[in-house]
């Protein structure tokens, strides 16, 4: 991916406008030495799920000084800081900006209007709405309004019957650095009474196809969260290339469940 890890806010900005494959881990725990610890694995980014995660706004301050600390590890290129924001409003967006995130994921934009304010929340003005308080941010992002308008990185979340029907707006939304998916949440949006329902794999594989032909025509990063290696190797090949790889509450219980299969020599 890429030539090695981004390192700054702005080189990672330039590699999502520039649609490099980047490949991110998901994290959901407030464990900020397991956090740096998995951003000096070599992933590109490292997302704090401040939506679903249990993660409040200390946990994202502390997760990301945790993936910055990784950038100090012998050997280690580092990652950049992403926070999945609880909402789309303006307080837990300048909230994760403040605490030094290189850029958000915004949950279930539904409209071009909706897209538009999310990059409105994220910019100082005059390009947005922004309020000038960057209390740790400016250590390493901008420092200036304007340096860091154009270093901090914006992606819309479709995952709504409205998201999809309006993909295309939404993806040409000025400002916006990308879309991304959340399968699950888009599954349920196309009727699926599971996140998993294998009976509407093909319907969920129309809907990302639009989702990155939309982000194609916009110039934009096409995003998507995947469950394994396996699948987002698969994912950029089709041409996402903003893609993550699972997260680490299922790869702990994952591998848990795994070393006691063979600790048990398969007799329960």
Request: hydrophobic residues 45%; negative net charge; contains cysteine.
């Amino acid at each position: 991916m890429g030539t090695g890890a981004p390192g700054t806010a702005a080189e990672f900005a330039g590699r999502v406008r520039g649609r490099s494959p980047l490949l991110g881990y998901w994290v959901a725990l407030d464990a900020p030495p397991a956090t740096e610890r998995l951003a000096a694995t070599g992933y590109d980014f490292v997302v704090l799920d401040a939506q679903h995660g249990l993660i409040d706004d200390r946990g994202v301050l502390a997760g990301l000084t945790a993936v910055d600390a990784a950038r100090s590890v012998p050997g280690a290129p580092g990652a950049v800081g992403v926070v999945r924001v609880a909402a789309n409003d303006p307080t837990p967006i300048g909230r994760a900006l403040d605490s030094g995130a290189a850029g958000v994921i915004v949950p279930l934009v539904s409209s071009a209007a909706e897209a538009a304010g999310a990059v409105r929340a994220a910019r100082y003005p005059p390009d947005g709405i922004r309020s000038f308080g960057p209390l740790r941010s400016g250590l390493r992002v901008g420092p200036s309004p304007v340096e860091s308008n154009a270093a901090l990185v914006v992606l819309a979340m479709v995952e709504t019957p409205g998201g999809l029907a309006d993909v295309a707006a939404i993806a040409a939304t000025p400002g916006l650095d990308g879309l991304f998916v959340g399968p699950n949440d888009l599954r349920l949006a196309l009727g699926a009474p599971t996140p998993d329902d294998p009976a509407f794999d093909e319907q969920l594989e129309a809907a990302l196809v639009a989702v990155r032909e939309a982000c194609d025509a916009a110039g934009i990063a096409a995003g998507l969260f995947t469950t394994s290696g396996e699948q987002a190797a698969r994912r950029l090949a089709e041409g996402f290339t903003f893609v993550c790889v699972s997260g680490d509450l299922t790869h702990l219980e994952q591998a848990a469940r795994d070393h006691l299969a063979v600790a048990r020599g398969g007799r329960g």
